[in-house]
């Protein structure tokens, strides 16, 4: 290439429009979906009534090894305005996360087995609540079964429409939603008892970059992975006095994503 053809092609590369940035409904900046994982009582408690005191709805990721008592529970959260959604009937992880486990070793599961637990789950949920559409989050965010990635098994399954797996503080601060794999949509959930600061600051990383962020929770104020009542409280204040950032269920970011990226 010449000294003269290259000068127009770089010429033509900057004359082209950038992609324009991605408008969230109702004039919001960015939009950020709260979700929890693993059925636990702490979300029930705590996390709950944090976020029904502040008209949030966030999404509740349940596996199968729940009581009927804590259905019934499930139950009227959902009917609240919250979403439920999948995490696999019994929770399979690697051997490595965790060991105590012995017959739930994706390490020992197949992609049949592993559809055929979600598909289960999916029955589960749809005695709990009746719906039928789905949001799926990767238990111990791990795709692989027996060494086999089953991402795409699942996408052409139809059994969940969207999938959220791990990520960290900033590689899950989504600026582009346009450009995501919906069945690999990655969250930051925080370790080490993060404060309300940490959280509050990975809010503002989403709301600056006008994208998309989805924060992933275990316990919220006791349990495990724990992110303490205060500091969780102080994350949705914090919401609560930034309107221009978008609170929404998972399902509903992402319905909203899928139907502005075409
Ligand atoms: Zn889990």
């Known amino acids: 290439m010449t000294s003269r053809t290259l000068f127009i092609a770089l010429w033509l590369v900057a004359c082209l429009p950038a992609q324009a940035q991605f408008k969230w409904p109702e004039g919001k900046q960015a939009a950020l979906a709260l979700t929890y994982d693993d059925a636990l009582h702490s ?148 370790v080490d008892h993060p404060d309300g600061k940490t959280l509050i600051a990975y809010a503002e990383r989403v709301r600056d970059a006008k994208g998309l962020g989805v924060l992933q929770f275990h316990g919220t104020g006791g349990d495990y992975l724990e992110v303490s009542s205060d500091a969780h409280r102080a994350l949705v204040e914090w919401l609560r006095n930034h309107p221009e950032v978008w609170v929404a269920t998972f399902q509903d970011v992402m319905d909203y994503v899928s139907a502005h990226s075409r």
């Open 43 to 190: 979300q029930l408690d705590f996390a709950i009534p944090q976020l029904d005191a502040a008209k949030f709805k966030g999404t509740f990721f349940l596996k199968g090894e729940i009581t009927p008592a804590d259905m019934l529970r499930w139950r009227k959260v959902q009917r609240s305005g919250h979403e439920l959604g999948n995490h696999s009937v019994f929770h399979p992880c690697p051997r490595a996360m965790l060991p105590d486990r012995k017959n739930y070793f994706t390490d020992n599961y197949d992609v049949d087995r592993m559809l055929s637990e979600i598909a289960v789950m999916n029955n589960v949920l749809f005695g709990i609540d009746g719906v039928q559409a789905r949001t799926y989050s990767v238990p111990c965010s791990q795709m692989l079964v027996g060494g086999i990635d089953y991402t795409d098994a699942l996408r052409k399954s139809g059994l969940v429409k969207y999938v959220r797996t791990g990520g960290d503080a900033y590689r899950s601060v989504i600026a582009d939603p346009r450009k995501l794999d919906v069945f690999q949509i990655p969250s930051y959930g925080p």
